[in-house]
Protein backbone atom coordinates (compact mmCIF):
# COMPACT_ATOMS: atom_id res chain seq x y z
CA UNK A 1 0.00 0.00 0.00
CA UNK A 2 1.15 3.35 -1.04
CA UNK A 3 2.10 6.22 1.74
CA UNK A 4 0.69 8.60 -0.14
CA UNK A 5 -1.24 8.83 -2.90
CA UNK A 6 -2.66 11.49 -4.90
CA UNK A 7 -5.91 11.44 -7.14
CA UNK A 8 -6.36 14.15 -9.56
CA UNK A 9 -5.76 16.83 -6.80
CA UNK A 10 -6.06 20.63 -8.16
CA UNK A 11 -4.77 23.20 -6.44
CA UNK A 12 -5.52 27.10 -6.68
CA UNK A 13 -5.12 30.10 -4.74
CA UNK A 14 -7.50 33.14 -5.64
CA UNK A 15 -8.54 31.92 -8.72
CA UNK A 16 -4.84 31.13 -9.81
CA UNK A 17 -4.00 27.12 -10.56
CA UNK A 18 -1.12 26.16 -9.37
CA UNK A 19 -1.31 22.74 -9.29
CA UNK A 20 -3.71 20.94 -12.02
CA UNK A 21 -5.47 17.56 -11.80
CA UNK A 22 -2.01 15.40 -9.95
CA UNK A 23 -2.18 11.78 -9.68
CA UNK A 24 1.24 10.08 -8.02
CA UNK A 25 1.73 8.09 -5.26
CA UNK A 26 4.77 7.39 -3.04
CA UNK A 27 5.21 3.71 -1.94
CA UNK A 28 7.38 2.56 0.95
CA UNK A 29 11.36 3.07 0.27
CA UNK A 30 11.00 4.94 -2.51
CA UNK A 31 13.34 8.09 -3.30
CA UNK A 32 11.00 10.13 -5.31
CA UNK A 33 12.51 13.58 -6.95
CA UNK A 34 10.26 16.11 -8.16
CA UNK A 35 11.48 18.77 -10.54
CA UNK A 36 9.97 21.35 -12.65
CA UNK A 37 10.07 25.27 -13.64
CA UNK A 38 9.89 27.69 -11.06
CA UNK A 39 6.30 28.33 -10.21
CA UNK A 40 5.33 24.66 -11.50
CA UNK A 41 3.27 24.04 -8.42
CA UNK A 42 6.24 22.03 -6.84
CA UNK A 43 6.60 23.61 -3.58
CA UNK A 44 2.43 23.72 -3.51
CA UNK A 45 2.18 19.87 -3.91
CA UNK A 46 4.85 19.64 -1.38
CA UNK A 47 2.38 21.60 1.13
CA UNK A 48 -0.88 19.54 -0.20
CA UNK A 49 1.27 16.26 1.27
CA UNK A 50 1.28 17.96 4.22
CA UNK A 51 -1.90 19.23 4.52
CA UNK A 52 -1.28 22.45 4.36
CA UNK A 53 -2.96 23.85 1.63
CA UNK A 54 -6.92 21.85 1.07
CA UNK A 55 -6.88 21.13 -2.75
CA UNK A 56 -9.55 22.42 -4.59
CA UNK A 57 -10.48 18.90 -5.92
CA UNK A 58 -8.96 15.60 -5.64
CA UNK A 59 -7.87 14.18 -2.75
CA UNK A 60 -5.01 13.35 -0.63
CA UNK A 61 -4.78 9.62 0.99
CA UNK A 62 -2.26 8.60 3.75
CA UNK A 63 -1.89 4.61 4.13
CA UNK A 64 0.76 2.39 5.40
CA UNK A 65 -0.21 3.55 8.80
CA UNK A 66 1.01 7.21 7.88
CA UNK A 67 -0.77 10.10 8.96
CA UNK A 68 0.25 13.67 7.92
CA UNK A 69 1.73 14.67 11.35
CA UNK A 70 3.88 11.96 10.87
CA UNK A 71 6.14 13.09 7.85
CA UNK A 72 9.02 14.79 8.43
CA UNK A 73 9.62 17.70 6.61
CA UNK A 74 12.58 19.68 5.76
CA UNK A 75 11.52 23.43 4.98
CA UNK A 76 13.08 25.65 3.09
CA UNK A 77 15.04 27.86 5.51
CA UNK A 78 14.27 30.97 6.14
CA UNK A 79 16.45 34.22 6.78
CA UNK A 80 14.55 34.54 10.30
CA UNK A 81 16.54 31.43 11.49
CA UNK A 82 20.19 31.74 10.59
CA UNK A 83 20.40 33.86 13.11
CA UNK A 84 18.28 32.36 15.74
CA UNK A 85 19.66 31.31 19.38
CA UNK A 86 18.94 28.22 19.67
CA UNK A 87 21.06 24.95 20.89
CA UNK A 88 20.92 21.73 18.19
CA UNK A 89 20.00 19.82 21.10
CA UNK A 90 16.94 22.02 21.19
CA UNK A 91 16.30 22.18 17.44
CA UNK A 92 16.34 18.17 17.30
CA UNK A 93 14.57 17.73 20.27
CA UNK A 94 11.53 20.04 18.90
CA UNK A 95 11.33 17.46 16.09
CA UNK A 96 9.29 15.08 18.97
CA UNK A 97 5.99 18.02 19.16
CA UNK A 98 4.08 15.76 16.98
CA UNK A 99 4.58 12.75 19.26
CA UNK A 100 3.58 14.39 22.56
CA UNK A 101 -0.21 14.55 21.80
CA UNK A 102 -1.57 15.56 25.18
CA UNK A 103 1.80 15.74 26.89
CA UNK A 104 3.07 19.24 27.97
CA UNK A 105 6.95 18.11 27.79
CA UNK A 106 9.04 15.94 26.55
CA UNK A 107 9.58 12.57 28.31
CA UNK A 108 12.44 10.19 28.12
CA UNK A 109 11.39 8.38 24.98
CA UNK A 110 11.70 11.87 22.77
CA UNK A 111 14.76 12.36 24.37
CA UNK A 112 16.37 8.78 23.45
CA UNK A 113 14.69 9.24 19.93
CA UNK A 114 16.43 12.94 19.34
CA UNK A 115 19.35 11.14 20.75
CA UNK A 116 19.94 8.73 18.51
CA UNK A 117 18.61 10.97 15.10
CA UNK A 118 21.79 13.31 16.30
CA UNK A 119 23.65 9.99 16.12
CA UNK A 120 22.89 9.11 13.00
CA UNK A 121 23.28 12.24 11.40
CA UNK A 122 26.56 12.99 13.15
CA UNK A 123 25.88 16.02 15.19
CA UNK A 124 26.16 15.05 18.55
CA UNK A 125 29.45 16.76 19.16
CA UNK A 126 27.57 19.79 18.07
CA UNK A 127 24.57 19.31 20.13
CA UNK A 128 25.41 22.38 22.88
CA UNK A 129 26.77 24.51 19.75
CA UNK A 130 24.52 27.52 18.59
CA UNK A 131 22.38 26.80 15.76
CA UNK A 132 23.45 29.36 14.27
CA UNK A 133 27.21 29.13 14.17
CA UNK A 134 27.33 26.21 12.35
CA UNK A 135 27.96 25.48 8.48
CA UNK A 136 25.03 25.28 6.20
CA UNK A 137 25.85 21.31 6.05
CA UNK A 138 25.13 21.04 9.61
CA UNK A 139 22.46 23.37 9.72
CA UNK A 140 21.07 21.17 7.38
CA UNK A 141 22.04 17.79 8.80
CA UNK A 142 20.40 19.21 12.47
CA UNK A 143 16.84 20.19 10.47
CA UNK A 144 17.63 16.94 8.84
CA UNK A 145 17.68 14.85 12.73
CA UNK A 146 15.07 16.80 13.55
CA UNK A 147 12.24 16.12 10.71
CA UNK A 148 13.82 12.08 11.47
CA UNK A 149 11.87 13.13 15.23
CA UNK A 150 8.92 13.67 13.10
CA UNK A 151 8.57 10.30 11.28
CA UNK A 152 10.60 6.75 10.24
CA UNK A 153 8.77 5.91 7.25
CA UNK A 154 8.44 9.53 4.88
CA UNK A 155 10.74 12.32 4.43
CA UNK A 156 9.94 15.50 2.40
CA UNK A 157 12.67 17.72 1.70
CA UNK A 158 11.72 20.91 -0.41
CA UNK A 159 14.95 21.88 -1.93
CA UNK A 160 17.69 20.85 0.51
CA UNK A 161 21.16 21.56 -1.04
CA UNK A 162 20.10 25.06 -1.48
CA UNK A 163 22.86 27.51 -0.67
CA UNK A 164 25.36 24.33 -0.06
CA UNK A 165 28.76 24.06 -1.41
CA UNK A 166 29.35 21.53 -4.08
CA UNK A 167 30.83 19.21 -0.97
CA UNK A 168 28.48 19.94 1.21
CA UNK A 169 25.58 19.27 -0.96
CA UNK A 170 27.27 15.61 -2.40
CA UNK A 171 28.17 14.77 1.84
CA UNK A 172 24.16 15.71 1.86
CA UNK A 173 23.07 13.40 -0.59
CA UNK A 174 24.87 10.64 0.47
CA UNK A 175 23.44 10.82 4.45
CA UNK A 176 19.78 11.08 2.44
CA UNK A 177 21.00 7.97 0.38
CA UNK A 178 22.12 6.27 3.93
CA UNK A 179 18.53 6.97 5.28
CA UNK A 180 16.67 5.74 2.31
CA UNK A 181 18.81 2.52 1.58
CA UNK A 182 19.90 1.61 5.15
CA UNK A 183 16.85 2.68 7.12
CA UNK A 184 13.98 2.25 4.61
CA UNK A 185 12.89 5.77 4.85
CA UNK A 186 10.83 6.60 1.77
CA UNK A 187 12.10 10.15 0.35
CA UNK A 188 10.43 12.69 -2.15
CA UNK A 189 12.70 15.76 -2.66
CA UNK A 190 12.13 18.71 -4.79
CA UNK A 191 14.91 19.91 -6.43
CA UNK A 192 16.78 22.33 -8.87
CA UNK A 193 20.24 20.10 -8.99
CA UNK A 194 19.04 17.30 -11.19
CA UNK A 195 22.18 15.73 -11.46
CA UNK A 196 23.00 14.98 -7.72
CA UNK A 197 19.38 14.60 -6.90
CA UNK A 198 18.67 12.22 -9.96
CA UNK A 199 21.83 9.81 -9.21
CA UNK A 200 19.95 8.09 -5.73
CA UNK A 201 16.41 8.23 -6.57
CA UNK A 202 14.08 5.51 -7.90
CA UNK A 203 11.17 7.99 -9.27
CA UNK A 204 10.92 11.22 -10.99
CA UNK A 205 8.20 13.82 -10.86
CA UNK A 206 8.34 16.66 -13.89
CA UNK A 207 5.58 19.19 -12.47
CA UNK A 208 4.36 21.49 -14.98
CA UNK A 209 1.25 22.64 -13.25
CA UNK A 210 0.00 19.27 -13.98
CA UNK A 211 2.01 16.13 -14.13
CA UNK A 212 4.49 16.14 -17.00
CA UNK A 213 5.96 12.86 -16.39
CA UNK A 214 5.82 10.30 -13.45
CA UNK A 215 7.82 7.08 -13.03
CA UNK A 216 11.19 5.27 -12.96
CA UNK A 217 14.29 6.91 -13.69
CA UNK A 218 15.07 4.41 -16.53
CA UNK A 219 12.41 6.09 -18.29
CA UNK A 220 12.40 9.44 -17.60
CA UNK A 221 16.55 9.25 -18.93
CA UNK A 222 15.17 7.63 -22.26
CA UNK A 223 12.39 9.74 -22.59
CA UNK A 224 14.17 13.32 -21.65
CA UNK A 225 17.36 12.21 -23.15
CA UNK A 226 17.29 14.13 -26.08
CA UNK A 227 15.95 17.07 -24.37
CA UNK A 228 18.57 16.87 -21.32
CA UNK A 229 21.73 16.79 -23.86
CA UNK A 230 19.97 19.55 -25.61
CA UNK A 231 20.12 21.93 -21.93
CA UNK A 232 23.20 21.26 -21.15
CA UNK A 233 24.57 22.11 -24.47
CA UNK B 1 30.23 57.01 12.05
CA UNK B 2 26.56 55.56 10.79
CA UNK B 3 28.35 52.06 9.60
CA UNK B 4 30.49 52.23 12.79
CA UNK B 5 26.89 52.68 15.48
CA UNK B 6 25.20 49.77 13.06
CA UNK B 7 28.21 47.54 13.76
CA UNK B 8 28.09 48.14 17.05
CA UNK B 9 24.40 47.41 17.33
CA UNK B 10 24.21 44.65 15.17
CA UNK B 11 25.61 41.48 16.70
CA UNK B 12 26.87 39.53 13.44
CA UNK B 13 30.52 38.59 13.83
CA UNK B 14 30.53 36.32 11.26
CA UNK B 15 32.47 37.98 8.14
CA UNK B 16 33.79 41.09 10.06
CA UNK B 17 37.29 41.76 10.30
CA UNK B 18 39.47 41.60 13.49
CA UNK B 19 40.58 45.21 13.21
CA UNK B 20 36.19 46.07 12.80
CA UNK B 21 35.52 43.91 15.88
CA UNK B 22 38.32 45.66 17.91
CA UNK B 23 36.80 48.48 17.27
CA UNK B 24 33.72 47.69 18.16
CA UNK B 25 34.96 46.27 21.14
CA UNK B 26 36.38 49.32 21.72
CA UNK B 27 33.89 51.57 20.99
CA UNK B 28 31.56 49.73 23.74
CA UNK B 29 33.93 49.68 26.62
CA UNK B 30 34.63 53.12 26.25
CA UNK B 31 30.81 53.99 26.23
CA UNK B 32 30.43 51.75 29.66
CA UNK B 33 33.69 53.33 31.50
CA UNK B 34 32.11 56.87 30.87
CA UNK B 35 29.01 55.20 32.41
CA UNK B 36 30.96 54.04 35.75
CA UNK B 37 32.88 57.04 35.98
CA UNK B 38 30.20 59.18 35.82
CA UNK B 39 28.61 56.94 38.49
CA UNK B 40 32.00 57.05 41.08
CA UNK B 41 31.30 61.19 40.83
CA UNK B 42 28.39 60.86 41.73
CA UNK B 43 28.69 58.04 44.48
CA UNK B 44 27.39 60.22 47.13
CA UNK B 45 24.18 61.56 45.38
CA UNK B 46 23.49 57.49 44.69
CA UNK B 47 24.11 56.44 48.47
CA UNK B 48 21.20 59.25 49.30
CA UNK B 49 19.49 57.70 46.84
CA UNK B 50 19.18 54.57 48.23
CA UNK B 51 18.26 55.94 51.76
CA UNK B 52 15.55 58.04 50.03
CA UNK B 53 14.36 55.11 48.24
CA UNK B 54 14.35 53.32 51.75
CA UNK B 55 11.73 55.57 52.83
CA UNK B 56 9.85 55.70 49.39
CA UNK B 57 9.27 52.16 49.99
CA UNK B 58 6.98 52.58 52.77
CA UNK B 59 4.40 54.07 50.82
CA UNK B 60 1.50 52.11 49.86
CA UNK B 61 1.27 53.07 46.42
CA UNK B 62 4.95 52.46 45.66
CA UNK B 63 4.46 49.03 46.67
CA UNK B 64 1.90 48.38 44.35
CA UNK B 65 3.70 49.66 41.79
CA UNK B 66 6.55 47.49 42.27
CA UNK B 67 4.52 44.76 42.56
CA UNK B 68 2.72 45.04 39.30
CA UNK B 69 5.17 46.73 37.46
CA UNK B 70 7.53 43.66 38.55
CA UNK B 71 4.69 41.24 37.22
CA UNK B 72 4.47 43.15 33.98
CA UNK B 73 8.18 43.42 32.76
CA UNK B 74 8.16 39.56 33.51
CA UNK B 75 5.57 38.87 31.21
CA UNK B 76 6.78 40.77 28.84
CA UNK B 77 10.01 39.76 28.42
CA UNK B 78 8.88 36.48 28.03
CA UNK B 79 6.80 37.32 24.86
CA UNK B 80 9.20 39.45 23.79
CA UNK B 81 11.36 36.54 23.12
CA UNK B 82 9.02 34.69 21.30
CA UNK B 83 7.76 38.89 19.02
CA UNK B 84 11.65 39.46 18.78
CA UNK B 85 12.33 35.99 16.85
CA UNK B 86 9.13 36.36 14.63
CA UNK B 87 9.38 40.17 13.63
CA UNK B 88 6.92 40.68 15.52
CA UNK B 89 8.35 43.60 17.66
CA UNK B 90 6.27 46.54 15.98
CA UNK B 91 2.63 44.57 16.78
CA UNK B 92 4.04 45.86 20.67
CA UNK B 93 4.32 49.11 19.47
CA UNK B 94 1.62 49.02 17.57
CA UNK B 95 -0.56 48.49 20.36
CA UNK B 96 0.28 50.65 22.58
CA UNK B 97 -0.45 53.52 20.21
CA UNK B 98 -4.22 51.99 19.97
CA UNK B 99 -3.89 51.81 23.57
CA UNK B 100 -3.11 55.34 23.62
CA UNK B 101 -5.63 56.19 21.18
CA UNK B 102 -8.72 54.11 22.98
CA UNK B 103 -7.55 55.41 26.65
CA UNK B 104 -8.43 58.97 25.83
CA UNK B 105 -11.34 58.09 23.38
CA UNK B 106 -12.87 56.55 26.44
CA UNK B 107 -12.06 59.43 28.83
CA UNK B 108 -13.34 61.68 26.32
CA UNK B 109 -16.95 59.77 26.27
CA UNK B 110 -17.00 61.09 30.09
CA UNK B 111 -17.68 64.37 28.57
CA UNK B 112 -21.12 62.96 26.53
CA UNK B 113 -24.25 64.11 28.28
CA UNK B 114 -27.78 63.46 27.20
CA UNK B 115 -28.53 66.47 25.77
CA UNK B 116 -25.68 66.88 23.62
CA UNK B 117 -26.93 63.60 21.79
CA UNK B 118 -28.84 63.65 18.30
CA UNK B 119 -32.49 65.19 19.27
CA UNK B 120 -34.37 62.82 17.41
CA UNK B 121 -33.26 59.55 19.61
CA UNK B 122 -35.97 58.62 22.44
CA UNK B 123 -34.48 60.03 25.54
CA UNK B 124 -34.41 56.99 28.06
CA UNK B 125 -32.18 55.99 25.11
CA UNK B 126 -29.89 59.16 25.20
CA UNK B 127 -30.28 58.93 28.81
CA UNK B 128 -29.00 54.84 28.46
CA UNK B 129 -26.16 55.86 26.22
CA UNK B 130 -24.67 58.86 28.03
CA UNK B 131 -24.97 56.65 31.13
CA UNK B 132 -22.57 54.18 29.05
CA UNK B 133 -20.24 56.85 28.19
CA UNK B 134 -20.32 57.80 31.68
CA UNK B 135 -18.93 54.15 32.97
CA UNK B 136 -16.73 54.34 30.71
CA UNK B 137 -14.74 57.07 31.14
CA UNK B 138 -14.75 56.43 34.86
CA UNK B 139 -13.39 52.56 34.29
CA UNK B 140 -11.39 52.93 31.17
CA UNK B 141 -9.48 49.82 31.16
CA UNK B 142 -12.19 46.82 30.15
CA UNK B 143 -12.73 49.26 27.11
CA UNK B 144 -9.49 49.79 26.43
CA UNK B 145 -8.41 46.13 26.55
CA UNK B 146 -11.14 44.98 24.20
CA UNK B 147 -9.97 47.67 21.69
CA UNK B 148 -6.68 46.79 21.96
CA UNK B 149 -7.35 42.64 21.71
CA UNK B 150 -9.32 43.64 18.51
CA UNK B 151 -6.48 45.37 16.93
CA UNK B 152 -4.18 42.42 18.34
CA UNK B 153 -5.83 39.97 16.13
CA UNK B 154 -6.18 42.50 13.48
CA UNK B 155 -2.49 43.31 13.05
CA UNK B 156 -1.56 39.77 13.74
CA UNK B 157 -3.48 38.90 10.26
CA UNK B 158 -2.03 41.92 8.87
CA UNK B 159 1.45 40.69 9.22
CA UNK B 160 0.82 37.42 8.50
CA UNK B 161 0.12 38.20 4.72
CA UNK B 162 2.91 38.72 3.51
CA UNK B 163 1.13 40.75 0.44
CA UNK B 164 -0.29 43.38 2.61
CA UNK B 165 3.11 44.77 4.11
CA UNK B 166 2.58 44.01 7.50
CA UNK B 167 4.97 46.20 8.64
CA UNK B 168 3.85 49.91 6.91
CA UNK B 169 0.23 48.47 7.79
CA UNK B 170 1.06 48.31 11.56
CA UNK B 171 2.42 51.39 10.56
CA UNK B 172 -0.42 53.26 9.57
CA UNK B 173 -3.00 51.67 12.42
CA UNK B 174 -0.44 53.08 15.07
CA UNK B 175 -0.34 56.25 13.99
CA UNK B 176 -3.69 56.96 13.18
CA UNK B 177 -4.63 55.78 16.70
CA UNK B 178 -2.24 58.09 18.11
CA UNK B 179 -3.45 61.06 15.61
CA UNK B 180 -7.30 59.96 16.86
CA UNK B 181 -6.06 60.28 20.25
CA UNK B 182 -4.25 63.25 20.11
CA UNK B 183 -7.59 64.88 17.69
CA UNK B 184 -9.78 63.68 20.98
CA UNK B 185 -7.67 65.09 23.93
CA UNK B 186 -7.22 68.52 22.25
CA UNK B 187 -10.70 68.72 21.43
CA UNK B 188 -12.38 67.82 25.06
CA UNK B 189 -9.78 67.94 27.84
CA UNK B 190 -6.72 69.46 26.28
CA UNK B 191 -3.44 67.94 26.90
CA UNK B 192 -3.17 67.99 30.18
CA UNK B 193 -1.50 65.54 33.52
CA UNK B 194 -3.04 62.84 32.93
CA UNK B 195 -2.41 62.36 29.20
CA UNK B 196 1.12 63.63 29.69
CA UNK B 197 1.11 60.35 32.25
CA UNK B 198 -0.65 58.20 29.67
CA UNK B 199 2.33 58.84 26.96
CA UNK B 200 5.23 58.83 29.05
CA UNK B 201 4.39 56.46 32.20
CA UNK B 202 3.55 57.46 35.81
CA UNK B 203 3.94 55.18 38.69
CA UNK B 204 1.36 57.46 40.59
CA UNK B 205 -1.30 55.94 37.25
CA UNK B 206 -1.08 51.78 38.91
CA UNK B 207 -4.09 51.46 41.07
CA UNK B 208 -4.97 48.54 43.40
CA UNK B 209 -7.03 47.30 40.38
CA UNK B 210 -4.25 47.09 38.04
CA UNK B 211 -2.64 45.08 40.78
CA UNK B 212 -4.88 42.25 40.55
CA UNK B 213 -5.00 42.04 36.87
CA UNK B 214 -1.25 42.12 36.35
CA UNK B 215 -1.18 39.40 39.20
CA UNK B 216 -4.30 37.65 37.07
CA UNK B 217 -1.74 38.46 34.03
CA UNK B 218 1.42 37.37 35.55
CA UNK B 219 -0.47 34.12 36.30
CA UNK B 220 -1.50 33.17 32.95
CA UNK B 221 1.29 34.35 31.07
CA UNK B 222 3.84 32.14 33.11
CA UNK B 223 1.91 28.81 33.33
CA UNK B 224 1.18 29.29 29.45
CA UNK B 225 4.58 30.00 28.90
CA UNK B 226 5.90 27.03 30.78
CA UNK B 227 3.33 24.36 29.69
CA UNK B 228 3.71 25.33 25.56
CA UNK B 229 6.73 25.89 26.33
CA UNK B 230 7.96 23.14 24.00
CA UNK B 231 5.57 23.72 20.87
CA UNK B 232 6.30 27.43 21.66
CA UNK B 233 9.69 26.98 20.68
CA UNK B 234 8.70 24.77 17.87
CA UNK B 235 6.54 27.72 16.16
CA UNK B 236 9.25 30.53 17.11
CA UNK B 237 11.86 28.58 15.34
CA UNK B 238 9.70 27.09 12.29
CA UNK B 239 6.63 27.81 11.59
CA UNK B 240 6.25 25.89 8.81
CA UNK B 241 7.93 23.08 10.38
CA UNK B 242 5.43 22.88 13.16
CA UNK B 243 2.45 23.61 10.76
CA UNK B 244 3.29 20.39 9.11
CA UNK B 245 3.79 18.44 12.27
CA UNK B 246 0.62 19.18 13.30
CA UNK B 247 0.74 22.03 15.53
CA UNK B 248 -1.80 24.71 15.39
CA UNK B 249 0.14 27.84 14.80
CA UNK B 250 -2.23 30.56 13.86
CA UNK B 251 -4.03 29.61 17.64
CA UNK B 252 -0.39 29.80 19.12
CA UNK B 253 0.12 33.18 17.20
CA UNK B 254 -3.29 34.62 18.34
CA UNK B 255 -2.54 33.48 22.03
CA UNK B 256 0.97 35.38 21.67
CA UNK B 257 -0.85 38.38 20.33
CA UNK B 258 -3.83 38.53 22.99
CA UNK B 259 -1.14 37.66 25.51
CA UNK B 260 0.95 40.91 24.52
CA UNK B 261 -2.53 42.99 24.01
CA UNK B 262 -3.31 42.30 28.07
CA UNK B 263 0.61 43.31 28.84
CA UNK B 264 0.69 46.25 26.68
CA UNK B 265 -2.44 47.72 28.19
CA UNK B 266 -1.43 46.87 32.05
CA UNK B 267 1.93 48.29 31.53
CA UNK B 268 0.95 51.24 29.52
CA UNK B 269 0.35 53.83 32.19
CA UNK B 270 3.18 52.75 34.20
CA UNK B 271 5.77 53.12 30.95
CA UNK B 272 3.47 55.29 28.60
CA UNK B 273 2.59 54.41 25.73
CA UNK B 274 5.15 55.32 23.86
CA UNK B 275 7.91 53.60 25.97
CA UNK B 276 5.87 49.86 26.52
CA UNK B 277 6.94 48.50 23.67
CA UNK B 278 10.61 48.80 24.91
CA UNK B 279 9.83 47.03 27.58
CA UNK B 280 8.88 43.62 25.07
CA UNK B 281 12.21 44.67 23.09
CA UNK B 282 14.98 45.15 25.45
CA UNK B 283 15.55 42.39 27.78
CA UNK B 284 15.41 39.44 24.49
CA UNK B 285 17.79 41.46 22.71
CA UNK B 286 20.17 41.86 25.16
CA UNK B 287 19.75 38.56 26.27
CA UNK B 288 20.57 37.22 22.86
CA UNK B 289 24.14 39.23 22.66
CA UNK B 290 25.12 36.90 25.32
CA UNK B 291 23.53 33.70 25.12
CA UNK B 292 22.29 31.34 21.88
CA UNK B 293 20.03 28.68 23.44
CA UNK B 294 16.84 29.61 23.11
CA UNK B 295 16.13 28.31 27.19
CA UNK B 296 18.93 30.84 28.31
CA UNK B 297 17.60 33.42 26.65
CA UNK B 298 14.68 33.25 28.08
CA UNK B 299 15.33 33.22 31.25
CA UNK B 300 17.89 35.69 31.09
CA UNK B 301 15.07 38.13 29.25
CA UNK B 302 12.97 37.36 32.52
CA UNK B 303 15.73 38.35 34.88
CA UNK B 304 17.14 41.23 33.11
CA UNK B 305 13.27 42.44 32.42
CA UNK B 306 12.71 42.40 36.28
CA UNK B 307 16.15 43.81 37.50
CA UNK B 308 16.25 46.65 35.11
CA UNK B 309 12.69 47.45 36.40
CA UNK B 310 13.42 47.93 39.94
CA UNK B 311 16.49 49.93 38.97
CA UNK B 312 15.07 52.00 36.49
CA UNK B 313 12.16 52.65 39.13
CA UNK B 314 14.39 53.66 41.93
CA UNK B 315 15.88 56.16 39.25
CA UNK B 316 13.10 57.61 38.60
CA UNK B 317 11.63 57.78 42.36
CA UNK B 318 14.89 59.60 43.29
CA UNK B 319 15.54 61.86 40.36
CA UNK B 320 11.77 62.20 39.79
CA UNK B 321 11.75 61.06 36.26
CA UNK B 322 8.40 59.59 34.58
CA UNK B 323 9.14 55.94 35.48
CA UNK B 324 9.23 54.40 31.83
CA UNK B 325 12.36 56.91 30.59
CA UNK B 326 14.35 55.54 33.72
CA UNK B 327 13.23 52.09 32.64
CA UNK B 328 14.33 52.59 29.22
CA UNK B 329 17.73 54.25 30.22
CA UNK B 330 18.19 51.24 32.39
CA UNK B 331 17.93 48.95 29.59
CA UNK B 332 19.52 50.47 27.17
CA UNK B 333 22.64 50.51 29.84
CA UNK B 334 22.44 46.71 30.24
CA UNK B 335 21.88 46.41 26.21
CA UNK B 336 25.19 48.13 25.89
CA UNK B 337 27.06 46.26 29.06
CA UNK B 338 25.90 43.09 27.26
CA UNK B 339 27.14 43.77 24.15
CA UNK B 340 30.55 45.19 25.16
CA UNK B 341 30.97 41.48 27.17
CA UNK B 342 29.53 39.98 23.62
CA UNK B 343 32.22 42.13 21.71
CA UNK B 344 35.18 41.09 24.16
CA UNK B 345 34.28 37.66 23.84
CA UNK B 346 35.16 37.91 20.30
Redesign the interface.
Known sequence: MSLIAMRDVTIAFEGVVAVERVSFQIDPGDYLVIVGENGSGKSTLIRAMLGLVRPRSGSVVYGDGLTKERIGYLPQQTAAQRGFPASVEEVVLSGCVNRMGRRWFYNRADRAKADANMALLDVTRLRKKAYRTLSGGQQQRTLLARALCATDALLLLDEPVTGLDPAAASEFYAVIRNLNREHGVAVAMVSHDLGGAMRDANKVLVMNRGVDFFGDVEAYREAFAERMVTRRG | MGDLLQRCLS??NDGESKGHRRTRAVVLWALLALMVIWALFNLRAIGAAFAEFGVYLGYKFIQRALLAGALVSLCASLLGVTLV???YSMIGDGLSHVGFGSLTIAMALGFVTADSLPAFLPASLRGGIAGLCRGIAANPLPFTLVVVVICAFLLLRLSERSSMRGDSAIALISTSALAAGVIVTSMTSGMNVDVYNYMFGSILAMRASDVYVSLALSAVVLVLFV?????I??VT??E????????NASAFNMLIAFLTALTVVVGMRMMGTLLISSLIIFPALSS?RL???????TICSAIVSVACFAVGMLLSCVYSLPTGAGIVAVNLFVFILFSAIAAARG
Open positions: GRLKHLFYPRFAFDAFARATGVMFSRFKAV
